[in-house]
């Protein structure tokens, strides 16, 4: 079994990082992979067991369920139901936690999954990178968005 395990500090406080995480069908706002992404049933999208079905930029299709959502811890679990990449069992855990000095966040993301042999260390670099990593550059991006319109006003 593969594990990847990525983590950072976000310069912008716990609350403003949980607020755009924990939409679990808002990845596509900030996520520059995702191109588009809708919850299945209309269900809201922090009810645990929704399942998001989304596009990435490539015309890639993937299904995910969100298997947990804390708002006191500020964490969410979710694993992939669909996908093109051959990802297996692969279950993620997020949490985000208060950075005192300096009103920061760290935000920590890891996984576990199995591929096919022979794979696992591309498979875990594309997730590491291009997921976490990538994901991490989006939201410092988005927040630095949004704090450059309120100085704006």
């Not at 990435?56 to 694993?79: N, P």
Request: proline share 5%.
């Amino acid at each position: 079994m593969v594990r990847v395990v990525k983590s950072t500090i976000i310069d912008a406080p716990v609350e403003a990082v949980w607020e755009i995480l924990r939409d679990f069908n808002g990845h596509d706002r900030w996520h520059p992979a995702v191109a588009d992404s809708v919850v299945e049933r209309s269900l809201p999208s922090d009810k645990v067991g929704c399942v998001r079905r989304f596009h990435l930029v490539d015309g890639s299709e993937l299904r995910e369920q969100l298997l947990t959502l804390s708002d006191l811890d500020m964490a969410f679990s979710y694993c992939l139901l669909d996908t093109p990449v051959p990802l297996f069992n692969y279950v993620a855990h997020v949490r985000l936690l208060p950075v005192t000095d300096g009103d920061r966040t760290f935000w920590h993301w890891e996984s576990r999954f199995d591929t096919p042999a022979g794979r696992e260390e591309e498979l875990a670099r594309m997730v590491g990178s291009d997921i976490y990593e990538g994901g991490f550059a989006a939201i410092r991006a988005e927040l630095a968005s949004a704090q450059a319109g309120q100085g704006a006003r």
